[in-house]
């Protein structure tokens, strides 16, 4: 029979393991958080030491007292947790709220005590305060969206929310009951097992948090391992996994599939003349022009220096073509802002540049992917030779003739003063 004692002293257990494995998990990351709830989990641990010392009358004096004592240290112990939980969330942490709670119970318990006050007003006032921190604790875990995070903050915010519902319960019973007494074995067991539970809750709602937090850390460094620094756009790690899942898709349900280079004209002018941070300026500046032109479901990324490529899901050569006819214009009509540029010694307020564009699809070069960006580059290729601000690809006998605005580009990217 798993008796009270055994529920006190394993619940102990159960916290200081807890918090043994926070320390270690707060060694890498997010200390000052993990340290939340490592001081709030080592108080409720004390406090069901109190509760331990007293149901087996280690020591002398009215069990009344260390009954408040402990529920005292608890609340204590909670109250800094959810302060936990509150940064967690990026909410604002109530600095004052735990030592609001302690002076609150301490207060009350020092005037019941003294004015030796039914003890059934003793346990009414620390359970209301536990419920008010208990529920604090759930109200922070709400959760918005409907996503896997979303879930777990549910499920956490639920099991708050238990613990409250479980000490309502407990606070109309002692005011239904007259004849409630600290003193009596009864009133302890159902104490002590509301901590015991409190314990199961609190692992696992740190257990949760703690997996949202490693998904969150996986996610960050996956994100920095598949995207550009500079331009925010995927490198060529996240390109090569987008075009490769792409083109198993595109193959398996038989729609074509086009990629596009896109190459900054003369790029290597714009930093000679203005320098390296107006360089990185300009991909940036352009890399988004483009990121703003594309379709949903369109990828694009960084492919190489002032490279990049675009991806896009059921298209044909032609529609690619239109496509890169659009990023070539709005990218020539697009002049980049470089006004306040640090270390730049010329007054130049924005610079015009001009693209080329290597356009494919699997429509002429099939699904391989090796094919698809040979293909492209040798098209862009094309349309450098041909004289730069152009597109070029291989069905472009129609669309290449350079209208009006397909003049050459001048052998250096213009200037608008
Ligand atoms: N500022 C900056 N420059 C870069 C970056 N990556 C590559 N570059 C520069 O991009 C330039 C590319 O020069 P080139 O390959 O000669 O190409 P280009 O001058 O654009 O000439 P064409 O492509 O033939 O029109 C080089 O000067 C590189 O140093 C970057 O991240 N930031």
Redesign the pocket.
Known sequence: MFDLNSAILSSIGLTLTLVLVLMIFGAYQQRTLIMHWVRGLLLFALGLGVYFIAQTSLVDGPQGVYAASAVTIIAWGVSLYVNGIRMFRGYRVYRYWPLLVVTTLLACNAVMLNTHTSERWILLSNLLVLICVFGDGSRSLVGHGKDFVAHVFWLCCSLFAGISLLLAFMATKVVLNDHVSLHSFSDWRIHAYVMSASVLVFTAVTALLLLVMHVRAQAGLQAIATLDV?TGVLNRRGLQEAATRMQAVSQRIRLPMGLLIV???????V?DVYG?LV??VV?KSCAGTIRAALRGGDVIGRYG??EFCILMPNTGEQEAMILAERIRRIIEVTPVNIAGVESMSSDTQAIKCTV?VGAVSSETVGYGLEGLFAGADQNLYKA?QNG?NRIASNIDQLLNKPPESHKPAKRHASLIA
């Open positions: 500079l190459d900054l004209d003369y790029f290597k002018k930093n390296h360089g990185d991909l220096g002032e080329s450098k730069r």
